[in-house]
């Protein structure tokens, strides 16, 4: 429920977006209040005429390193307008798979058109729920693929992270949800397991919100065409081969041999023979 509640937040700005994606890992505390107990350690928060040794046990969030957002090399539009128009690249096909890829990208929430293109990488996220952290944040062990252009959010592997969950889970209990990157974060907490139990620790761990992305089915596109032709901006970003420049789509550059009539093949340095690049393209999609 807090989850969504924050996450209706996204209708608005991109700052204000990752600002209430960190105050949902970070709980209802106060950014600058929350940094403040973790600068001062061990000392106890101590308000006048206030018993404080039950709050000097609770775990403390701080924001570490902002998620690193999906970034694109380069930027082409799709005309909506131009659909299937002779000679165009516009085409039906062209249109679903970039609305699938949208669609991997994007959350439901409580914005007017019902989504928003997602601010944090998304990621399948298998986890065991280590420790509870209250107001379902949990210390989770878990594995998820590595996502974004060139790997930018690194996969996990038996790695332990921070995770906000849609509905309150057991310890030991294990799931599966679709998490969105939100950054990394600084956890002061007393661990409750083995062998670490009882330890007031620090750890910086990547932190995930859980979400549900848009549902990729025929119904979903006349909506999102619709967002478009209303004038929402959508942009959508995907991996595209394109053929390389260096050696223009050859795989080999060729060099003349001194004193003789004849050249010699090299591998291009760019592609390394492989004749066409991957490029992360940000497609503006326009009516
Ligand atoms: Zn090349």
Redesign the pocket.
Known sequence: MIARLFLALLATTVALTVQAQTTTILGTKKPEAAAETAAAGEKKPVAAGTVAAVEDESPVITPFRPANLPAAKNTRTFQLGKLNKPAATETTKELQRLFSAYAQQSIVDGSPTGFSKATGYLATINYSILQDLGDKRYLVKAAWPAAGPNDALAAGVDTMAVLLLERAVKTGETGRCTGMHVGTVSLLFTASFAPLTGKRLTLRREAFVECTTLDDAPAGLPKFIDKILRGAEVSVTTNEVI???????????SEKIKGSLSEKHIN??????????VLPTETKIIP
Not at 243 to 253: A, D, E, I
Request: charged share 20%; with cysteine.
């Open positions: 053929p390389c420049k260096k050696c223009g789509g050859l795989g080999f550059t291009c340095s760019v592609c390394d023979g492989a004749k066409s690049i």
